[in-house]
T-cell receptor
Framework: GDSVTQMEGPVTLSEEAFLTINCTYTATGYPSLFWYVQYPGEGLQLLLK?????DKGSNKGFEATYRKETTSFHLEKGSVQVSDSAVYFC???????????FGQGTRLTINP | GAVVSQHPSWVICKSGTSVKIECRSL??????MFWYRQFPKQSLMLMAT?????????EQGVEKDKFLINHASLTLSTLTVTSAHPEDSSFYICSAHQRTGGGYEQYFGPGTRLTVT
């Protein structure tokens, strides 16, 4: 079945550092890919998404590119802030499906 | 933006009792809602898909008689954990599905932490 594997955390960086959180997936066909963020005490929020190969999703300085050849959707940000501290989830929904399959989540802590 | 609430945010109950968790879409109607379970330091596991006016669709391995789901209106779905046991202690998260310009999007509630003693 479909699955998502993402970089294990926790990840700790200093403010203004470059961030990469790796995400790879296994799915048949052409899934849609998502990154969700969960801030402390809050529900998951959609951060960005891409629905077809080579699409780049971007939001709040974060970017991820749908790479079908490597089945990856790595999350990047050029300069992180303390306010980016949260848990990040990579997810996919299969072609034509509504259900989401999540990776295990990566806890990110940014120190001032 | 679309807001989904859950109630209660946390609950402690005794083994053998039942607990009901509510999931509400506050500013939109949702024909489909999803219930997830999240274990510490693990991912969200889909338990079931809740459809307004019809029976829920459960994922493989999820006991439908233990986790009762009711989606009686377009803004409310409930999950009842029946005869709860300590192994049911977990973080339960719901989401509501809404059609957007680019397709569908899921909006998540803040979660309910259940502790069974």
């Amino acid at each position: 079945g479909d699955s998502v594997t993402q970089m294990e955390g926790p990840v700790t960086l200093s403010e203004e550092a470059f961030l990469t959180i790796n995400c790879t997936y296994t799915a048949t066909g052409y899934p849609s890919l998502f990154w969700y963020v969960q801030y402390p005490g809050e529900g998951l929020q959609l951060l960005l998404k891409a629905t077809k190969a080579d699409d780049k999703g971007s939001n709040k300085g974060f970017e991820a590119t749908y790479r079908k050849e490597t089945t990856s959707f790595h999350l990047e940000k050029g300069s992180v802030q303390v306010s980016d501290s949260a848990v990040y989830f990579c997810a996919l929904s299969g072609q034509g499906a509504q259900k989401l399959v999540f990776g295990q989540g990566t806890r990110l802590t940014i120190n001032p | 933006g679309a807001v989904v609430s859950q109630h209660p945010s946390w609950v402690i109950c005794k083994s053998g009792t039942s607990v009901k968790i509510e999931c509400r879409s506050l500013d939109f109607q949702a024909t489909t809602m999803f219930w997830y379970r999240q274990f510490p330091k693990q991912s969200l596991m889909l338990m079931a898909t809740s459809n307004e006016g019809s029976k829920a669709t459960y994922e493989q391995g999820v006991e439908k008689d233990k986790f009762l789901i009711n989606h009686a209106s377009l803004t409310l779905s409930t999950l009842t954990v029946t005869s709860a046991h300590p192994e049911d202690s977990s973080f339960y998260i719901c989401s509501a599905h809404q059609r957007t310009g680019g397709g569908y999007e899921q909006y998540f509630g803040p979660g309910t932490r259940l502790t069974v003693t």
